[in-house]
């Protein structure tokens, strides 16, 4: 038995043609089912549906075989134990900086002024602005990051962004593009060797497709 932990909304919408490649079918959709556990028209693969920053996690201790996470969510989580061996292109966006319209990044940089940052991505944030020799101050938030400039918590925000109508519903600009990110396969490091012989298929029709 293999076992795929993946996100509901966008990383499930987006997985499910690489899965239709690969020959998988999958009735139950985890918006309508409520379950957490769904079968597949594989008896040999379930999915596992997690919240897309508890991914990493569940393929490190090895609760599921491998899992499809962002490239965000796995610079947060370190990659401690995780093999990834596919960039499936999906669930693509960026990682940037926002600021209201009305704050004068660049010259805030340039005057080395100490910057207040929100954002759930700290890790990422913080390598960021140390890279740049920016002296930042890092407020940690779980949603809604785009509040925080508007209501003087912060002045800027590491959020990601792929249409832009976010940031423009919000009064913000989008000022620095940190990287792109796309979603990636993970395999737990032992599964690859113990079950190699069931995920070799799967990883091949993944790969493939997804260069597509
Ligand atoms: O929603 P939840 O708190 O459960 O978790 P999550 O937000 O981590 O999950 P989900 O399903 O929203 O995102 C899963 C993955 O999709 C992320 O880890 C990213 O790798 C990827 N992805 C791609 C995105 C976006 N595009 C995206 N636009 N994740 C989030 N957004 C959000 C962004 O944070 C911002 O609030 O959408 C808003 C901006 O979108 P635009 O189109 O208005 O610019
Ligand atoms: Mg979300």
Sequence with gaps: MLTLALSKGRIFEETQPLLEAAGVHCAEKPESSRKLILPTSDPNLRLLIVRASDVPTYVQYGAADFGIAGKDVLLEHGGEGLYQPIDLQIAKCRMSVATAKDFDYANAVKQGARLRVATKYVKTAREHFAAKGVHVDIIKLYGSMELAPLVGLADVIVDLVSTGGTLRANN???????????????VN???LKMKHTALQPLLAAFEQASQK
């Design 172 to 186: 913000l600009v989008e000022v620095e593009e940190i990287m792109t990110i796309s979603s990636r396969l993970v």
């Design 189 to 191: 490091q032992a599964a």
